[in-house]
């Protein structure tokens, strides 16, 4: 079967559950009661929608002809950086309620970036990093007035 549909329906599966766990969220006592529920809604939806589209056009190429499908050649190296960003993205998960938002995301990001652009781009590192804190850190807590931890 080709990759992107074998994506494809697991995109469409995961938002079908997604979108069906949403549904059963509990509606909000005060305000308008289905408004907690409308983004997350919106995400399940276009995730099964995409999903859907994405085994639709894979489906006009035939889904078991691999004509012209590449296939990634995964060496020890990019394997490495896989497994290291994993292993980044379970520390963040498990300091971010610990060292809050800001310190966390900006290590986070750091690290990842140092992972895919090398030692010697440390400046766009980390402006990305600090840039990138700054600005979700600004929109959720000047513009959305929300805290984070």
């Given at each position: 079967m080709r990759p992107n549909a074998l994506v494809g329906f697991?995109?469409?599966?995961?938002?079908?559950?997604?979108?069906?766990?949403?549904?059963?969220?509990?509606?909000?006592?005060?305000g308008d009661a289905s408004s907690p529920v409308s983004f997350p809604l919106g995400l399940g939806l276009l995730m099964t929608v995409l999903g859907i589209l994405l085994v639709l056009q894979e489906a006009r190429r035939g889904l078991t002809n691999l004509e012209g499908v590449k296939r990634p050649a995964f060496t020890a190296p990019s394997l490495r950086t896989i497994f290291k960003a994993v292993a980044a993205s379970l520390l963040y998960a498990f300091l971010f309620e610990r060292l809050g938002f800001?310190?966390?995301?900006?290590?986070?990001?750091?690290?990842?970036?140092?992972?895919?652009?090398?030692?010697?781009?440390?400046?766009?590192?980390?402006?990305?990093?600090?840039?990138?804190?700054?600005?979700a850190w600004a929109l959720f807590v000047q513009l959305f007035e929300l805290p984070l931890p």
């Open positions: 697991a995109a469409a599966i995961l938002g079908g559950l997604y979108t069906i766990q949403v549904l059963r969220l509990p509606k909000a006592i005060a800001f310190v966390s995301t900006l290590g986070f990001l750091g690290t990842l970036l140092y992972l895919i652009n090398g030692r010697r781009a440390w400046k766009l590192n980390a402006a990305l990093a600090l840039g990138f804190t700054l600005g």
